[in-house]
């Protein structure tokens, strides 16, 4: 019976066809679709922040660089992993990445927890040369970036393209994005105070690779390295789900 | 191109000029941007195709008696850009290799740098090595299993050429740091709506060929291509929205985020292994295993139960990628159960490829070719296996994240994917061209060898190196602290990342050895007399016992 009902299906392209998509497509339905509805797929979290346009062109040169290929920056819910790295990550924290940066591959060590355990000379120290503070380390040294003047003149259209991916940047946030990401990277300029403004008062001004006056790639990658983990303080805190009170009329 | 009639040279001509166009177009808005570079390869790339076209513009008309064979011109240029991808692919991938044992190998410079060679190695041996095979036996088979030619004469090389301008744009990108970091969908947003324009044309050619079919069933081999093309087309648009920073911005921004972009990357990741790297191959496991070992298909049966198997449950398996994350627990428990119950239609397709050998053992051991598809199987067979144990999440606990994944798709890789596709060529190359043998089948099967220690080293050195680094990351002292530091389990792994290294440059040469036996053939190995057998029925004829299954 079933070979002859196949039988059939094997004689015409467009049934074949609209079955493989049939056959194909209930998985990715049943399993993306609820994420995008279920409430509590993602965590509420009120203090959660959004990248500094600084901050922001520091992603995009981890993407450029690829370091996703070696660094997770998921931080599972094993024991070992919290021990090693820090409260495991919650969905929330990645809120506003487009893209993700998990990862699937550690050959060097997780990042989810790496903003503010280093300083930023040391971020400088490392990816100029990575084996002059970890002797035993394989990672490629980056010593071009902090020679390299980062274009910030485009950054604004780099926020108006997250804002229309959902990140709440506001006008005011994608008009000054040069001056920002400036400010961000000389602490004692009059763009500084912009930043916190716009940003909040926890983000990080600071002369990143030590030179001011100056917005290197190295400048932008250390402050996203430097905000890793900290846009929002959910992950420290109690985020089990109150216990509800039964609704007697249900 | 012989065959090109004027209206369809006239018509190639056209299409290129818009290219160039198109690439002068991109090279002005993109003046300050990698897209520039894009930009100009585009126009050199059309442009070089163009002054071909040209050169052969006035040509006499090619005759009628054409539509009496089958038309295999395409299939002999993707052949060969089959085997440029592979060296190409292979050798990024054991410099990347190199680069895990001695850093210093990247001469520090921004291009050669790990993060940004590894994607090119991932894109040239998948998309370009594997996605160029897929195309070129396509062709092949679903000519031979319909008794048709190809429905139309140039949209075949559209695909071809289409097809690898969008690999050499993903590829020349990430050395320029073009990147949108999805793993294995890197290139950014105009070469992925470049591919969706190749893709459909291909997926019309191959539709509108198999409409003209003389055999009423449509094989075994076509059901897997169909599912490639199909299923490939719905994952690489929905993984690739996105918004670009603008029209002359190579940069652009997922229109996924956080925990809905994880399971959207891994949906599209898994089942790109599912649908390009499994379901095309198994429709080259389907006609050249067969006309290999001259056995029919084992049965009937379980190809119908593995290839609905297949096509079902993989779509589910995707979440197994994200074991103990935030991705909800629900997710991940159906991933894992699904990634289990999908070793029994994985099991099925190998099963029934081994068993249709019974009676053929003899062949297995003469001829290296068969080997090589015997050796496919049992390797398909071995990383489905290793895939559904990986997938349960007390294992994925150790094994993710380390280098035992690493493993796991080369098993798939190295075993199954380039085994089949060197078993189905030894077979393909001699039949399209019309030569009575291989050059050397020394070679054959000294490639097969190398091939297999390769494969094996390399398989046993990420075995070793995943499991030791899982184990140490997770090991505690007894008054319950971390024995290790991340850099003790790093330095634990040099050895097994040089062994690695060697193991993929044996499978490399291996390529190489290849590469220069089928240049051989084709240069001097004499043409057969030709079988009157290997053509397409005259319309209206229904053949009754021509598939190899059959």
New interface residues.
Partial sequence: M??RL??KL??T?VG??LA??V??????I???AP??T?H???EDAPDMRIYTPLEAAGR?IY????????H?Q?I???R??V??YGP???????????????????????LARIGGKYSDLWHVAHLIN??DV?P?????????LATTQLEIS?LG??L???R????PYTEEMIASAAADAYGQSNPDSDQSAGVTERYGDETQVSAFDGVKNTVTEMDALVAYLQVVGRLTNAAYENTAAPEQVPDPNN | MGQLTTGEREFASVILLVLMILGIAMAAAGRFDPMGVHGGMVFLYSGALLWWILTSFFGKEPDASRFSSYYDDPIKVGVALTLFWAVFGMFIGVWAAAQLAWPSLNFDTAWSSFGRIRPAHTTGVIFGFGGNALIATSFHVVQRTSRARLADQLSPWFVIFGYNLFCLIAVSGYFMGVTQSKEYAEAEWYADIWLVIVWIAYFVLFVRTLARRKEPHIYVANWYYLAFILVVAILHIVNNLAVPVSLGNAKSYTVWSGVQDAMVQWWYGHNAVAFFLTAGFLGMLYYYLPIRAQRPIFSYRLSILSFWGITFFYMWAGSHHLHYTALPLWVQNLGMTFSVMLLVPSWASAGNALLTLNGAWHRVRDDATLRFIMMAAFFYGLSTFEGSFMAIRPVNSLSHYTDWTVGHVHAGALGWVAMITFGSFYTLVPSIWKRERMYSSALVEVHFWLAVIGTLIYVFAMWNSGIIQGLMWRTYSPDNTLVYSFVDSLLAMYPYYIARAFGGLLFLIGAIVASFNIWMTVRTVPVAVQASSDAPLPSGIYGATTSPAE
């Fill in positions: 079933s070979d196949h039988g094997e004689r392209a074949f066809m493989i998509v056959a194909g497509s209930v998985g990715g049943v399993e993306i994420l995008f279920i509590e797929t993602v995009d993407v450029r660089e690829g370091c996703y290929a070696c997770s998921m599972r819910t094993l070992d992993e021990e090693r495991y990550s919650l969905a929330v924290e990645s809120k506003y990445d487009h893209p993700m940066l998990w990862g699937s591959k550690r050959t060097g060590p997780d990575p084996r970890v035993e380390s394989n990672m490629p040294s980056y010593r071009w485009d259209g780099h108006a393209a997250l229309a991916v959902g990140v």
